[in-house]
């Protein structure tokens, strides 16, 4: 079955340092998605990208992060300077269609990230 | 701001009891997406609603719309200690996004 790969599954950091997460989707989709989770607390979007740019992005998504897929499969997360509440899961997702049309989203099984 | 309350947040039962978890929200979005997560990994995604009404079954677990597509549930009958995880109710509204409830923790007792 076709599933949505990330690596790595864990990251260390030092607060300042920049970071890539990295992910493949599912081949035939067309919208792409990072989310996060900070322990304990909800998942929460941070971006959507499609054909190629940024479709919708939230508050959290400021100018440290920026997305980019640089091939045909993979597509990437970059936090530019991290900070301490940085450190979350972050998990990559992807779909055919547009979520809320009823179409499924699925996701990776994240990247964990821990900004000392 | 589109919200998606569940509850209750934590549920313990015994193996063989049914149980019903809720997800509600003032909005009406266009898809609600139940997903289970275990610890240290992704959501996984259990079902897809979208018609206002609509029921889904998965084995035995059966997944209701809100007739005004604001809220779902989730019933779970005879559980079983493998039910055990955390529940999301995810919605979507046409935009890019799903917005993510809280989750409900679910524990099953042998």
């Known amino acids: 079955e076709p599933e949505v790969t990330q690596t790595p599954s864990h990251q260390v950091t030092q607060m300042g340092q920049e970071v890539i997460l990295r992910c493949v989707p599912i081949?035939?989709?067309?919208?792409f998605y990072w989310y996060r989770q900070i322990l304990g607390q909800k998942v929460e979007f941070l971006v959507s990208?499609?054909?190629?740019?940024?479709?919708?992005k939230s508050e959290i998504f400021d100018d440290q992060f920026s997305v980019e897929r640089p091939d045909g499969s993979n597509f990437t997360l970059k936090i530019r300077s991290t900070k301490l509440e940085d450190s979350a899961m972050y998990f990559c997702?992807?779909?055919?269609?547009?979520?809320?049309?009823?179409?499924?989203?699925?996701f990776g099984q994240g990247t964990r990230l821990t900004v000392v | 701001t589109q919200l998606l309350e569940q509850s209750p947040q934590f549920l313990s039962i015994q193996e063989g009891e049914n149980l019903t978890v809720y997800c509600n929200s003032s909005?009406?979005?266009?898809?609600l997406q139940w997903y289970r997560q275990e610890p240290g990994e992704g959501p996984v995604l259990l079902v897809t609603?979208?018609?206002?009404?609509e029921v889904k079954k998965l084995k035995r677990l059966t997944f209701q719309f809100g007739d005004a597509r604001k809220d779902s549930s989730l019933h779970i009958t005879a559980a079983q200690p493998g039910d055990t995880g955390l529940y999301l109710c995810?919605?979507?509204?046409?935009?890019?996004?799903?917005?993510f409830g809280q989750g409900t923790r679910l524990t099953i007792n042998p």
């Open positions: 997702a992807s779909s055919w269609n547009l979520p809320g049309s009823g179409t499924e989203a699925f």
């Open positions: 081949s035939n989709h067309l919208y």
């Open positions: 990208f499609y054909n190629n740019e940024i479709s919708e």
């Open positions: 909005s009406v979005f266009s898809s």
């Open positions: 609603v979208v018609t206002g009404g």
């Open positions: 995810a919605g979507g509204k046409g935009a890019q996004k799903l917005v």
